[in-house]
């Protein structure tokens, strides 16, 4: 029977596992005590031959011997060729366990699925479901040990009642060079077929769920049977036992105590007997029996499978279940918590301390949160804390491309360090960085662009640039392909419409001071977003006076739609400047662009102006103007 202390180990305590040494059943003293003892005695009988039989010459040639053994002992890998066979060995152990064919699914199918309580219903369920106990007994028969000392004949087969002598002759005549333990599956299948076509069997999905369950039971067989025939591999149980029979052989020289009176390194002392020798021995040589007890489970041992109660288990059952108990159904009647809409079970005095516990309501149950931190926030603020912490446009890819291909003077670099000094200088005395205001915000108040949103914090990372935005908070965003430039080529040869721009950009503000601003590097911004094209090349070297006349506003742009790249000079008037880029160097050599005929006045955002033109650019990528004298 197996060895079965469960319950001993039910709860962990002080010393718990050592109660469970004094077990002799399964022991492991009950296995090695042969070995361990046969081991004692040769290494007595060494023990004794150094100290008083051998010759001073023979003592001194064999205290070298015995150096060199224990030397050399430790090169044989007990622990790691151990470890992996015996893992090996439990694992196939317990899948040989649970391959072990079990007859309760399909008894419980069988006596729903077979209708009849008459007596041929009654029959057909007794006599399938002694041919699947057949087949797990011939199985079993074949592989166990004990099973065939119970079977060891087809005539106690018959005997037992698994079997009836007519079929005894069928199985018999049926001549195969293999085993036969799936011929009662085969005539299970048949009768199912006959209790189908009578009708006992209601429909087909009832039959196929039978012979599922049956293949699923003839499959535990087969694989009983192959584990029966593959073995673990020889060559490995002989590298192991050969690994430790060979170490102790050696350690029966090697760990011999020597005279002392030699003064060999570590021989400074005699005990006799080798404490921790024997215990390696112990555990090693455990370790190996431990795999000898587990590679074959259907054996004799103490701790092997019980077969045959096994065996007499399965019959009972499954015939109880497919015969007596087939209709056989209790009175139904209301249970006790019928109108109770929370049933709760009774606990005795010894379990009542369960009650006391809080019922588990998950991890973050008790977790404390800060409580200014539960307050719901605007979704207008989360929009623009996610800008500025560097949320990218969706047409980001094609700004950094073209503002890859864009030109860079190096004529810049010393204008841009004058102006980003001066702008680092007005940030850091105002109130927010999210604002970028002007001086002159109280006196023109014309200046706001209409409805944009501030640059993405994105833009111009790579250059000398400043955040810019607009007064206005709430933003309407026009996709960046819908965007047109007016031709500027076409309105800088006509008198009228140039003055009307610059009523419509800067009035009030003279020359002086724009040229003021560009020398500060002044910034006006607000709550708004800008999103406009790439960064456009430089100007063609214009005059200042020129140029310090004409306002952002007087580049116009037409769409159905207003959003951060219109610039309506009417409804919004102009956008102050807000630049931390250099000027332009003038002495820069510009090719020139022949002019696109004035029949056309509108080109898309990615056209790229005439330089030999007077106008002001805006560099989205950058946040700022570039601003040609």
């Known amino acids: 029977m197996t060895v079965t202390y469960t319950a001993r180990v039910a709860n962990a305590r002080f010393c718990g596992f050592s109660k469970l040494l004094l077990a002799w059943k399964g022991s492991i003293y009950k296995v090695l005590y042969k070995e361990f003892l046969a081991f004692f005695a040769m290494y007595t009988a060494i023990s004794i031959t150094y100290r008083f039989v051998l010759h001073d010459d023979q003592k001194r040639y064999f205290e070298k011997l015995a150096i060199y053994c224990n030397h050399y002992a430790s090169l044989i890998p007990m622990s790691f060729v151990l470890g992996f066979y015996v893992t090996l060995v439990v694992n196939r152990w317990w899948s040989q366990y649970t391959s072990i064919p079990l007859p309760d699914r399909l008894m419980c199918v069988l006596s729903g699925g077979l209708q009849g309580s008459d007596e041929r219903g009654r029959l057909l369920r007794r006599t399938m479901m002694r041919y699947a106990s057949l087949s797990a007994l011939l199985i079993l028969r074949s592989v166990s040990t004990a099973v065939f000392k119970r079977f060891p004949t087809m005539d106690h087969v018959v005997e037992a009642g698994f079997m009836s002598r007519e079929e005894r002759k069928k199985f018999e005549g049926l001549h195969s060079p293999y085993n036969k333990f799936w011929i009662p599956c085969v005539w299970f299948t048949?009768?199912?077929?006959?209790?189908?076509?009578?009708?006992?069997?209601?429909?087909d999905h009832t039959l196929t769920l039978l012979l599922e369950e049956l293949n699923a039971f003839r499959g535990k067989c087969s694989m009983l049977f192959h584990y029966d025939m593959i073995s673990v591999p020889l060559v490995y149980t002989q590298v192991v036992t050969l690994a430790v029979y060979s170490f102790f052989l050696v350690c029966l020289i090697g760990r011999q105590f020597l005279d002392p009176n030699q003064g060999y390194p570590g021989h400074d002392l005699d005990l006799y007997v080798p404490i921790f020798t024997l215990l390696q021995f112990f555990f090693y040589a455990g370790w190996l029996k431990v795999a000898e007890q587990l590679i074959n489970p259907f054996g004799e041992d103490d701790d092997d499978f019980e077969t045959n109660?096994?065996?007499?288990?399965?019959?009972?059952?499954s015939m109880m279940a497919v015969d007596e108990m087939y209709g056989d159904l209790p009175m139904m009647e209301r249970d006790r918590y019928w109108d109770d809409s929370n049933p709760r079970p009774p606990y005795t005095a010894a379990t009542l301390f369960v009650l006391r516990k809080p019922s588990f309501q998950g991890s973050t149950f008790d977790m404390a949160i800060p409580k200014e931190e539960m307050h719901f926030q605007p979704l207008e603020d989360i929009?623009?804390?996610?800008?500025?912490?560097?949320?990218?446009?969706?047409?980001?890819?094609?700004?950094?491309?073209?503002?890859?291909?864009?030109?860079?003077?190096?004529?810049?670099?010393?204008?841009?360090?004058?102006?980003?000094?001066?702008?680092?200088?007005?940030?850091?005395?105002?109130?927010?960085?999210?604002?970028?205001?002007?001086?002159?915000?109280?006196?023109?108040?014309?200046?706001?662009?209409?409805?944009?949103?501030?640059?993405?914090?994105?833009?111009?990372?790579?250059?000398?640039?400043?955040?810019?935005?607009?007064?206005?908070?709430k933003s309407t965003r026009t996709p960046l392909l819908e965007i047109q430039f007016e031709a500027e080529q076409e309105r800088r040869g006509h008198p009228a419409i140039n003055e009307k721009k610059e009523l419509s950009g800067v009035e009030g503000k003279s020359d002086e001071e724009w040229e003021m601003r560009e020398e500060r590097g002044e910034v006006e911004s607000s709550r708004g977003e800008i999103q406009a094209p790439a960064c456009l090349p430089p100007p063609p070297p214009w005059s200042s006076k020129e140029t310090s006349t004409r306002s952002v506003s007087a580049l116009p742009f037409t769409?159905?739609?207003?959003?951060?790249?219109?610039?309506?000079?009417?409804?919004?008037?102009?956008?102050?400047?807000?630049?931390?880029?250099p000027a332009i160097n003038q002495n820069r050599a510009v090719p020139a662009i022949p002019k696109p005929p004035l029949g056309v006045n509108k080109k898309s955002f990615l056209t790229v102006p005439s330089y030999n033109e007077p106008q002001r650019f805006r560099s989205v990528s950058m946040g700022s103007e570039l601003t040609g004298s």
């Open 190 to 203: 048949n009768l199912a077929a006959v209790a189908r076509c009578e009708g006992r069997i209601k429909d």
């Open 309 to 317: 109660w096994l065996i007499d288990r399965n019959f009972q059952v």
């Open 383 to 473: 929009a623009e804390n996610q800008e500025e912490s560097g949320t990218y446009h969706p047409n980001m890819a094609l700004f950094n491309r073209l503002l890859n291909v864009a030109p860079s003077p190096s004529g810049f670099m010393e204008g841009a360090f004058r102006r980003t000094s001066a702008q680092l200088q007005r940030l850091r005395h105002s109130p927010s960085i999210d604002q970028c205001t002007s001086d002159d915000d109280d006196d023109d108040e014309s200046g706001k662009i209409g409805k944009g949103g501030s640059l993405p914090s994105g833009l111009g990372q790579e250059t000398q640039s400043t955040l810019c935005s607009f007064r206005e908070e």
């Open 559 to 581: 769409s159905p739609h207003r959003s951060a790249f219109l610039f309506q000079p009417a409804a919004d008037s102009s956008l102050e400047h807000c630049s931390s880029q």
